[in-house]
Structures are given as structure tokens and as C-alpha cells.
């Protein structure tokens, strides 16, 4: 048994302008290997390689952009099943009228059988994976099995798990996970007793869905001693100095479900859903004026329920985000209204119930009802 949301919502990556970049990444890792006569690197990357990558870009943002989804399909590998499976939800949850822009493609490099390219969307780099299918190189993943070899690091006492595959990222996100456990700890009510740790997974996650566009989760295993924190999608800054913002916010983001955790693992299974999404994402991302604006007064269609059970299995990009930004409101407003300890009262109080009505009545003295409709009143007359 095991507790598991697809936490972060996705980044506002829809919703960059392109910056023009005319620099490339330095890469600090090489793929060369040593033989026995010396040192072997692979076959170079020719132009013809290069192109071709740019190319299959090019077009799998043209078949996005005009929502034609059988030329978007066209662009990715078949076989690697949840990568397609993700892609199809990255697909359907662009949000109408978003066009993203062209992807600037940075170095690209062997690995394997796969050509792995630095791109950029304007803001972050990330890599992406190309393998060659019948006479063309197409957007894919590696297998499992093609990972290499398992690592483990400690870092400030963080435990981080990677593959050999991540070695050139592996020091950038280790080196961020002090400062990510110091914030999330000052935000603690008490000493957190266990420790949290990190997984890298570089492959397209299993359960697809929502967690398709998520960076990244928390999990405990039942009765374990702390959170694993899966981060599926690492991103860096120019020449690979440092972890992009957006990684970061999602490091803070799942580390602040483990405090939630190691407060109270009960309290969370019980909870209602803007509870556990609300507090961390109002912590590292609160939403602006505007984003509360269009978040609840031009979008007549907010659900309360949605938003105490979450959102359903197959939620848009535009939803999620929505009622990411509601539930962040809505802690803030716990905590305005009923004091700055209220969110604490509350989670005491899911420890051993179920039962929202006890819960609300007994930690902050109001009954749900009212409470929503305080909340409603509250953002209306704020932000409308
Ligand atoms: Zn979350």
C-alpha cells in the first residue's frame, strides 16, 4: 500500500514567450569510452543526424499547434508505450488557442543506439531522446534496462538515486537538495523525525494520466520512515550551471508533501484534496492577482467538490492549473481567517477522522458550508 499523488502541477511551459538564445550549451559530460588502445569515441554527430532531429521537432510542435493528431503521433516512437501514452495526454490538455514555439535544439550527443538532444522551449533545457525507426529518427525513450547501472549519493543528508544515464545532472540536483530541505523545514510545525529522499527517473510515467504532466511526486510506502520523491523531468539553465526554477519549485513542492507526511501520514490518507495541494503550492508558487482573477472570476465553472476530492483522472492542463491556484487561495485563507496555526488544527484533526464536518467544526469552529462560502465571498470581493 502506498500513498502517491502526481503532485506539481505542469508547468506554465504552454505559456512561454520564446527567448532567443544564441549560445550553446557547454556539456560537462562525455559518453566517450576507453578501450584498451586508447580512448574510443563514438561515431560523431553529422549534420545529416542534426537535421533530421531538428526536423522531427519542428514537426511534432506544427502537429501540436494544429491539433492534427495523427502528424503528432507521426513523430514519436510506437513502441515505448507510456511515452506514447503521455504524449497523447500532453496532446489533449493543451490548452485551445496555446501555440508554443519552436524549440531550440542545443547540442546533441550518442547515447546507445539513441541521439539525446539538449533543447530548449526559451526559458529551461532539458534532453530529450531519438531513436532511429525504420528510416527515421523519431522522439522516443530508452528502456528500462537501458539505464545502466544504479547510483546513490547522500547529499546534506538527502538521499539521492539516480541512473548511470543522469550522471551529467546527478551533482546539479544534489547539490540543491540542502537548501530544498532547509525551506521546507522552516515551514514545518514540528522537527520532522525521518528524511526524505529523491529518485531520478528519467522515463515517461507509468500511470499516465495527470501524472503525465507533473515533474514530479511523493510517495510513502506504508509505515516507511519517509517520503521517495520521484523527479521525472530534470531541468537546467544555460551551460548546465544550475537547476532550472521550475526544478527547483518541484523539489520544494514534493518535499513540503513530505512534511505533510512526516507530520502526519493518517492526516494526509484522510485529507481533502485542496489540504494536501493547497499549502505546498501556495508556499513555493502563490498565485498572483491575475492568476486568482481568471482562476475563479472568469470561469464560472469552479467546483467545490472538485476541489475537496480533486481533480478528475482525466483533468485538462487548464483545470489543473485552475485548481492548483483555488486550493492555494483557499489555504491562504485558512490561515488569514482562522489564524496562522488553522492548517495545523485541521490536519490534527483528519489524524483519526474522516469525517470533514467533525474535522472543520471541531478545528476551526465552522462547518464546510460556510466555510466555502466565506472563502467564495472572500475571493470575490478581493480579486473580482
Ligand atoms: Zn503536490
Redesign the pocket.
Known sequence: MSLS?????PSKVAKRLRVPLGYALVLVASLAIAGSDGWVGPPPIGQAEHDAIEAVLREHVIALNTRDLLRFRDTFDQTRVFFGDCQDVVFRSLPVGVRLGEPVLGPVERYGDYLRAWISDGVDWRRQYFRYVGDRWLLSEPLPQELGTERSAVYGGVELLSWSIDDDIVDLVGAALPDVRDFVVRHAKVSPTGQFSVRIDPLADPRGGTACL?A???SLAYKASGARIVHSDVRVTTSLAALSTDTLTTLR??A??WIQLDYSADAVRNMEWWL??GW??FLTEPPSRLDRRVAFCLDGDVSIPSLRAGPPRGATYDLLARD?VLAGALVEYLETTYGADAYWSVLDGFRSNVDARKVYEAAIGTDPVTFFDGWARWMREGYC
Do not use: D, K, T
Not at 5 to 9: D, Y
Open positions: 499523488w502526481g503532485h506539481r502541477p507533473s514530479g511526486n511523493a513542492h514534493e513540503l508533501h494536501i495541494e505546498p503550492y492548483y
